[in-house]
């Protein structure tokens, strides 16, 4: 069936619009869950100054250095709204993995999500919208019938994110504004995938890690390719 071009556009205006709304809850749950760290934190600091102070200095040193870096992680969430900047990946997709399984109950998201040690360049707030266009699609219309399985990865110098989901393939109107959307992160320098697999679809964003430099005595200054740390 041909869908009229008015009916396609205000599709497309509903999807950005239910994306847009994803983001701004995406970014409420993670102050949430920082501000939760603060205070759990800080308890713990209160308790820890009833001992000794040989056995708790240390321990207060830890916990104010969770609050530090909660307040670090919070103010870099904010910063990183739009634009090419550095931002933890694995951070940010474990997140948006939890907005979409409390928003849609009969989700079935399978996330094996590896920590990365180094931070990706990239457009965050593109990323965001990219994610939610894709995953939004795939578990409205396939109303749980069948696992998706949603991964991020090292892959030789790139964070390599794929979700992959069987029986299923995606409307004219999601691939168009994926499409979209990945022309204007193309100055970010990603990858992106759609292809069949068997009656399925996979989807792979190739995202460019910032390695970390180390500076060697009479040597010229070295990359060093992070390692993946798993997952606990």
Do not use: W
């Amino acid at each position: 069936m041909v869908v009229p071009k008015m009916l396609k556009s205000q599709i497309v205006e509903r999807m950005r619009e239910r994306v847009a709304r994803l983001q701004n809850e995406a970014r409420m749950q993670f102050f949430d869950r920082m501000m939760y760290e603060i205070n759990d934190s800080l308890t713990s600091i209160l308790a820890i100054t009833e001992m000794e102070p040989k056995d708790s200095i240390p321990k207060i040193k830890q916990y104010i250095h969770r609050i530090n870096q909660s307040l670090q992680n919070t103010k870099h969430y904010q910063t990183v709204s739009s634009g090419v900047k550095m931002f933890n990946v694995t951070q940010v997709l474990r997140n948006l993995v939890h907005v979409v399984e409390g928003n849609f109950k009969k989700a079935k998201l399978v996330s094996l999500i590896s920590d990365l040690r180094a931070p990706v360049l990239g457009d965050q707030a593109k990323f965001e919208q990219l994610f939610f266009t894709i995953i939004v699609d795939i578990v409205e219309r396939a109303e749980g019938e069948s696992e998706v399985l949603i991964e991020c990865r090292q892959k030789d110098q790139f964070a390599q994110i794929t979700i992959l989901k069987d029986r299923f393939t995606f409307s004219e109107e999601v691939l168009g504004e994926v499409n979209r959307i990945a022309e204007e992160t193309a100055d970010f320098k990603g990858r992106l995938q759609v292809t069949p697999q068997g009656n399925g679809v996979e989807v792979i964003l190739k995202i460019p890690l910032q390695f970390q430099t180390v500076s060697l005595t009479g040597l010229a200054t070295k990359k060093t390719v992070p390692e993946t740390a798993p997952r606990a």
